[in-house]
């Protein structure tokens, strides 16, 4: 099975008036579900948590999933409103 590396420009959480959301949460799951799927890092395979967190620049971490599916992944601020959701993205 190979994995992809996913970093994405449109996975940072941005308030509305420009500033980075610190906390936002950014979730992967299998395309058009709700069922989470396992990220693991670039740099040794180690499972992370899904969702992610965003750090004080509202930027998250790099993540692998595996490459040739297709993931729905959302970003919601602290409190849970949704910033931006992709339903089917093929990596």
């Known amino acids: 099975m190979t994995r992809a590396i996913c970093k994405d420009p ?4 941005i308030n509305p008036d420009g500033t980075p959301c610190a906390g936002a949460q950014l979730a992967v799951y299998e395309a058009n579900s709700d069922n ?3 990220l693991t ?5 180690a499972v992370l948590p899904n969702p992610l967190t965003a750090d004080g620049r509202g930027y998250f971490p790099l ?7 297709s993931y729905k992944i ?7 409103a949704v910033i ?3 339903n089917s993205l093929a990596v």
């Open 36 to 38: 989470l799927v396992t």
């Open 41 to 45: 890092n670039p740099d040794g395979g």
């Open 10 to 13: 449109r996975w940072a959480a």
């Open 74 to 80: 959302k970003i919601t601020a602290p409190g849970g």
């Open 84 to 86: 931006s959701q992709i």
């Open 63 to 69: 993540f692998e999933v595996v490459e040739g599916s």
